[in-house]
């Protein structure tokens, strides 16, 4: 599985965008990229994933660029309810297991 | 549609005991995969189960540590003669296939 980097932490305001990247330069081409929140101590949320086309759902957007080497998971309207640890991770569809980096901490503030 | 059901949330033991964490997949998942938590880490994966079988288990210490995922009832991650260090927070997380898996609230295992 391909191993992804994220910065460690960013700040974001309340009401505003929040564009969160991510690297995943070694991705192969069957590899989807994956993004899961962690709010304080509580089991991971699933948001949202996507292979190659840019994916969008009612939680956020993901977009991948073409060369599919990283992504930015984007939050259109960043509540309070948002601050949390997000995970990049990449796996393949035929194997299960999710790797899980150090995460980027955001922190929104009102 | 219920979640991912783990229990118990909170699991207190003292050295040389054994704990017992099950895990309740969501309706229709017949894959279940363990992580662990440490404090101040990430998350970590343990072993992946469909029904009576053990998929992959390279992340699983090979001593003391054992998953099961029987054909009726919940899987169980049992620890025998726990130490110190492996107070965590152990997550499961079920999906149906190879899909998106869906994670439980975790179960918080201290060892005194």
């Known amino acids: 599985d391909a191993k992804t980097t994220q910065p460690p932490s960013m700040d974001c305001a309340e009401g505003r965008a929040a564009n969160l990247p991510c690297n995943h330069s070694t991705i192969s081409g069957n590899e989807y990229v994956y993004w899961y929140r962690q709010i304080h101590s509580q089991g991971p949320q699933y948001i949202i994933h996507?292979?190659?086309n840019n994916e969008t759902n009612e939680m956020a957007s993901l977009i991948i660029t073409e060369d599919r080497k990283s992504s930015t998971l984007i939050l259109p309207h960043a509540t309070l309810r948002d601050t949390a640890v997000y995970y990049c991770t990449a796996r393949t569809d035929s194997w299960g297991k999710l790797q899980f980096g150090a995460g980027t901490q955001v922190v929104v503030t009102p | 549609n219920a979640g991912v059901m783990q229990n118990p949330r909170h699991l207190v033991r003292r050295r040389g005991q054994e704990a017992r964490l099950r895990c309740s997949p969501m309706k229709g998942h017949s894959h279940v995969y363990w992580y662990r938590q440490l404090p101040e880490e990430g998350l970590k994966f343990m072993v992946y189960?469909?029904?009576?079988?053990?998929?992959?288990e390279s992340g699983m210490p090979k001593e003391r540590f054992s998953a099961e995922f029987p054909k009726e009832g919940p899987s169980i991650l049992r620890i025998q003669q726990v130490v110190r260090g492996d107070s965590a927070a152990y997550f499961c997380?079920?999906?149906?296939?190879?899909?998106?898996?869906?994670f439980g609230p975790g179960t918080r295992l201290t060892v005194l």
């Open positions: 189960l469909q029904k009576e079988n053990i998929i992959d």
């Open positions: 997380a079920s999906s149906n296939s190879t899909d998106t898996q869906y």
């Open positions: 996507g292979l190659k």
